[in-house]
């Protein structure tokens, strides 16, 4: 069976902020936001179905599913649903691909599709692609299930919803006229490369990788090996090194 189906958390409150009345819903008495869930991750899109799509409590109605940039099209083109959470680091091109696709439906007048995105990264290259591709909003996944359901009313009212430290990075990017440098070295990478180097140089070891990443420890092991390989350093201390250097811890 196919991923794409139709139908069917340290920020906390300082990505998403109060959630509001649990009264018929986050949004107020009655009220209603129609989701669908892009991850490359079964187990986690389970995992937030569980949490938010308890629609009698949250209000939220997850109404389709996604594993790549594919599956994603489809089932947002055949749900319209008000809100899409999007995974920054996808099969098939990534969150910024889907955005891509999708840019008829964000400004649809009448019913546009609204983007929030929601990842491990905390990458601000990775964050500014996202809301340079036109989502509302970025949280990252140790945000709580409360403050979740409020950041997706939120963004499906037309607010911008960020962790104060993301905001900075959107401020940042888009207070400067300059284009930013272009790192050879980085570009090398591959996303989920890039993910894996910055955990490791934050001294997270290799199980704390895996579980952050929902993947193996020997998943982990052969991407620091790539890394490794392709900056040309010999171990994970010079390779912290390297990403100090590049203010990317």
């Known amino acids: 069976m196919s991923e794409a189906t139709a139908g069917g958390q340290a920020d906390g409150g300082a990505d998403a902020g109060a959630a509001g009345d649990r009264g018929g819903g986050w949004g107020g008495e009655g009220r209603r936001v129609r989701v669908v869930l892009v991850d490359d991750h079964r187990m986690f899109r389970a995992g937030v179905q569980a949490e938010i799509g308890r629609t009698d409590e949250t209000g939220v109605e997850v109404v389709g599913e996604a594993g790549d940039v594919d599956q994603a099209m489809t089932v947002i083109q055949a749900t319209r649903p008000e809100v899409v959470l999007l995974d920054v680091h996808l099969p098939g091109g990534g969150g910024v691909e889907v955005l891509r696709r999708s840019a008829p439906l964000m400004t649809d007048p009448e019913a546009p599709v609204r983007f929030l995105a929601l990842s491990v990264s905390d990458a601000a290259e990775d964050v ?122």
């Not at 959107?170 to 996303?191: C, H, I, N, Y």
């Not at 490369?193 to 001294?203: D, F, Q, S």
């Open 128 to 249: 500014i692609g996202v809301i340079r591709g036109g989502a509302r909003g970025y949280v990252t996944k140790t945000i709580t299930g409360t403050d979740l359901v409020g950041a997706i009313f939120r963004v499906s009212d037309g607010d911008a919803v960020f962790s104060p430290r993301l905001a900075g990075f959107v401020l940042d990017a888009f207070a400067s006229t300059d284009a930013p440098p272009v790192d050879e070295d980085m570009d090398r990478l591959t996303q989920r490369e890039r993910e894996v180097l910055r955990l490791i140089a934050r001294g997270y070891a290799y199980k704390e990788v895996a579980k952050q990443l929902f993947i193996s420890v020997k998943t982990v092991e052969s991407h620091v090996s790539a890394v490794l390989r392709k900056l040309q350093l010999s171990n994970r201390h010079e390779l912290t090194r390297w990403a100090t250097a590049r203010r990317l811890v």
